[in-house]
Nanobody, 126 residues
């Protein structure tokens, strides 16, 4: 059973940066695409970004393009989400999820992913 553990959340001021990590308990991460989702209070969970398998395809929500960067380190079985220029509206619980594809048209659908982490809180506030 695949397990995902998020870390790196916390409190940061507007304009600041955080790096989230998603560590996956599996022999190799190369067989899975990994995505980040987030859920703010009172809102539905939304896709933030995903990274594909070996070829490294990436997708981003329009709201984070140019500010967030997703990357993967297969040797460490870890996917990162570097978040820069953070805004109060980025405040949410961030989840990572694993599935077979980071497809251009459906990557942000929750049903595309089979395994989920427990989430890490990110709060952007002065």
């Amino acid at each position: 059973h695949l397990q995902l553990v998020e870390s790196g959340g916390g409190l940061v001021q507007p304009g600041g940066s955080l790096r989230l990590s998603c560590t996956v308990s599996i022999f190799t991460l190369d067989y899975y695409a990994v995505a980040w989702f987030r859920q703010a209070p009172g809102k539905e969970r939304e896709g933030v970004s995903c990274v594909g398998r070996q070829i490294g395809r990436t997708n981003y929500a329009d709201s984070v393009k140019g500010r967030f960067t997703i990357s993967r380190d297969s040797a460490k079985n870890t996917v990162y989400l570097q978040m820069n220029s953070l805004k109060p509206e980025d405040t949410a619980v961030y989840y990572c999820a694993a599935g077979p594809y980071c497809s251009d048209y459906v990557w942000s659908g929750e049903n595309e992913y089979d395994y989920w982490g427990q989430g890490t809180q990110v709060t952007v506030s002065s």
